[in-house]
Every structure is written in structure tokens, then in C-alpha cells.
């Protein structure tokens, strides 16, 4: 089984850990994943926003980064989606058919664990209390359901609590947040608020760009809640505690 990762812009640029995070994880699972330096943008903002003729060549890189892989795993809901629904699009617009290949390759990082490795227990240790944020594109656009809250479950020394509210959109949704940023601010205080009336010290979800709009507002409402990544939780062992 040949796997790479796709680790995302915005954790490459932001959060570097949840991708190194990857690897420990996929390592002791004994899964030997590549990096290929090749890789760049899934084309996401692009689509998202309407140009499709500028989501072409990138589309392609990522098409020509991934080529003869069994399987491309990435720690984003978003990106995932991205590449299992959206490169059909930008494919039909380049008529380039090869452009869609790839796509229902690519796993987000829950869906991989349980669904092609067949696994729940991690071997992960994490004594906190944590609650966990669905986010819309892993919850709609993949259907994920339950994938990720079982293997919070089964990480040892962990408190899962449920979230009120949890299916909600926390409004970040990419270029959303910067063009509606009053609607998007309120949609974050009302997770926000959902995510203090748990008592859990760590927020986790599958996404960092929806960790990184909803920590934004709970650093700025000094609530005490820190944000981390499933990946991150995932990969933390009792050396680490």
C-alpha cells in the first residue's frame, strides 16, 4: 500500500505540527507514508470562489504530485472534500478526465484510520477534557459521522464531552469569514459559547482553519480552552504527558 500525505496550505504555513503529528501517528500504526515535495494548494479557495479556469493548473500539480499513490491522506475535512468533489468540476471545465482521478483517492484522516486501516485504538494517551467540533465539510460534504468521536473514545486518560450544538457551523468557511465577517463572527461566538458551557480545557476537530476561527474567539474571551487537532491528540503517548 503506497500512502502520501497531503498536509494543507494552511497547516504548512500555520500549524506545522499537525502535520509532523501525521506522520508519528501513521509511523506507529506502521504505515510508512510519503511527502511529496511536489504538492501545493488542492485548488479549494479557487472553486470555492468561483474560478474555475484559475483552479485548473493547480489542480493539475496536485494531480501530478500525487500520481500512482493507493491512497493520499490529509488532515482537513475541507481539503479532502475538495479533491473527492470539487476536481471533478475543474476537470468537466479543463476537459482534462485525468484531473478527477485522484480525488477519490484522498481520505481525511479519520476516514482512513477507521475505514482503510480498520482501526480505532491509536494508542493515544491524553488526560483531558476535551470536547470535539464536527466541522461542515467532513460532516456533509464526506459524511465521516461518528469516525472521529471513536477514536477520541478510545484514547486513554481522555474525558470526551458532548458539545451542545455540535452540527452548527462555526463560521469561518474560508473566504466567508472575510466577506461576511459580522455573520461569521456571530456563528464563532455562538460556538464559542457552546464550547465554554462544556468545562472541557481542549476543543479538538478535524480542521484547523475552523480551529483557528473559533480559538481566535475563545483567546480573545480569555476562556481558558485551547484548540488542538484530532491529528495532534491522536499522536500524544504517555512520553509525551
Do not use: W
Not at 494548494?41 to 485548473?56: F, I, K, R, S
Not at 500520481?67 to 479543463?94: K, M
Not at 478526465?97 to 481525511?108: C, F, S
Not at 477520541?152 to 464531552?161: H, T
Amino acid at each position: 500500500m503506497k500512502v502520501a500525505v497531503l498536509v494543507t496550505c494552511i497547516n504548512d504555513s500555520l500549524f506545522p505540527d499537525t502535520g509532523k503529528a501525521v506522520f508519528r501517528l501513521l509511523r506507529r500504526l506502521g504505515v510508512d507514508a510519503d511527502f511529496p515535495q511536489a504538492q501545493t494548494c488542492c485548488g479549494q479557495p479557487m472553486v470555492n470562489t468561483g474560478y474555475l479556469d484559475e483552479a485548473v493548473p493547480v489542480v493539475r500539480a496536485f494531480t501530478e504530485a500525487f500520481a500512482g499513490y493507493d491512497h493520499v491522506v490529509t488532515p482537513s475535512g475541507s481539503c479532502a472534500g475538495s479533491a473527492r468533489h470539487q476536481h471533478g468540476l475543474v476537470a468537466r471545465r479543463a476537459e482534462e478526465p485525468r484531473l478527477a482521478e485522484t480525488g477519490p483517492k484522498v481520505h481525511e484522516l479519520s476516514e482512513f484510520l477507521v475505514d482503510v486501516l480498520g482501526v480505532t485504538d491509536v494508542g493515544a494517551y491524553f488526560p483531558h477534557r476535551v470536547t470535539y467540533h464536527p466541522t461542515c465539510h467532513s460532516l456533509r460534504m464526506l459524511g465521516v459521522a461518528d469516525k472521529p468521536l471513536r477514536l477520541l473514545r478510545a484514547v486513554r486518560g481522555l474525558d470526551l464531552v458532548e458539545l451542545p450544538a455540535a452540527e452548527e457551523c462555526c463560521g469561518f468557511g474560508g473566504t466567508f469569514a472575510v466577506k461576511n465577517a459580522e455573520t461569521s463572527t456571530a456563528m464563532g461566538a455562538d460556538k464559542a459559547r457552546h464550547v465554554r458551557s462544556t468545562g472541557a480545557e481542549v476543543l479538538v476537530a478535524g480542521d484547523n482553519s475552523c480551529l483557528l476561527h473559533i480559538g481566535g474567539l475563545l483567546s480573545r474571551q480569555r476562556s481558558g480552552v485551547r484548540v488542538l487537532h484530532l491529528a495532534d491528540v491522536l499522536a500524544s503517548t504517555e512520553e509525551d504527558a
